[in-house]
């Protein structure tokens, strides 16, 4: 079987793709917006990787030397996507499948049916639609302007919805953002995400006299951080803290100066590997997303031996069994984050008991195998 995939940044695809080259008979293609040079980690060969950095590159230093508003920066991601596609749609030849990051394979989707292919578009969230929409309510609720996406983008998505064999998803939250869109459910895989262990593992625990709670992505309103905030804030114990890890976004600089901030630490990036230290020294993870297609930090967090309280609105919803290996909650409901983290806090058998379950967990998916199993299954009945 020839596979190939389009990955603008570092995703999934790569797990995936070194998983089904150790395990299966297939050969594989990705095509990456990223120079090599800062894929090394991800432990793929160079004769697998067709890399396309031309725009990407100096759109992401303009990001992080903050020399983009938002209005050049839709122009500028518009370039990347729509110059990437062409590219990747030049290079496509005798391909069984193509894989497709949504927005970036619209191009690419178009020539390899015309090959004779088949093609499956990967979106990580909820439909391009339901997420808007949500998104604009939180902004609302918040009181502060809400930036909309690129419509060239939203439109580029739905006609790659409509032109793929199948929708590949990480969550059933995802799933049923996409049926009430109207889209077929028989058109509709989910596959839920895994872990590299290689970066990802215990290690010897958080300090007991400490209660350290962590979060991990972007410090967002999507992300529900202010009311993990607001739950921090009535939560009880001597000698608790918050760790933000991530960087802090424009909706959130707006906002953030209404809550108490006592003993909350903004982080911001950090290595993986200062990420796996600070799982592991952490009591709980919360991922209290209003919108997040999975949320890998769930597995991540949970290989290294700490338990998650994540919202219904993210891959947990289906994933995690409740008060087994942690905790899901309805979305904006502080209320709920701070009932999960007392019970946690003040039974730490029950803590215990709930990290041990977490690892088992992630342990039985494999770190990636599982998911490239189901992948690969899903490839043979689009084929078919």
Known sequence: MNLAFISPLRCHMFDLAN????????????????????????LL??????????LMVPRLALQRWHLLGPRLDNVLNWQVIESFDKYVATKLTSIDILEGMSSFSLKSG??????????????????????SQILAEEAKRWQIEYRESDPKIIEKALL??????????????????????????????????????????????????????IYAGQISLRKGIPYLLQAFNGFKHPNKKLLLVGEIWHDMKQILHQFDLTAVELVGRVT????????????????????????????????CGCPVIASENTG???????????????????????????????????????????????????????YANDFYSLCEKILI
Not at 112 to 130: D, E, P, R, V
Not at 274 to 296: A, T
Request: hydrophobic fraction near 35%.
């Open 19 to 42: 998983e089904l080259l150790s395990d299966k008979k297939v050969k594989v293609e990705i095509f990456t917006t990223y120079p090599y040079w800062k894929l090394k980690s991800e």
């Open 45 to 54: 060969s160079k004769k697998y990787v067709s890399t396309f950095p031309w």
């Open 110 to 131: 178009q020539k390899i049916k015309q090959l004779g292919g088949k093609f499956i578009i990967h979106h990580g969230s909820a439909h391009s639609i339901y997420q």
């Open 160 to 213: 790659e919805f409509e032109l793929a064999d199948a929708i590949n998803l990480p969550s059933p939250y995802g799933r049923r953002t996409f049926i009430e869109q109207g889209i077929n459910p028989n058109k509709i895989a989910v596959i839920p995400y895994g872990v590299n262990t290689t970066y990802f593992s215990p290690g010897n625990g958080p300090v007991p006299k400490d209660f350290q709670i």
């Open 272 to 303: 993986r590997s200062r990420l796996q230290e600070l799982y592991q020294s952490s009591q709980v993870m919360v991922l209290p997303s209003i919108d997040d297609g999975f949320g890998k930090v769930i597995t991540e967090a949970m290989a």
């Open 316 to 370: 947990a919803y289906g994933f995690l069994q409740n008060d087994y290996d942690g905790y899901v909650v309805p979305i904006r409901n502080s209320q709920a984050i701070l009932e999960k983290l007392q019970i946690l806090a003040d039974c730490p058998e029950k803590h215990n008991q709930l990290a041990s379950n977490a690892l088992k967990t992630v342990q039985a998916i494999g770190g990636w195998k599982a």
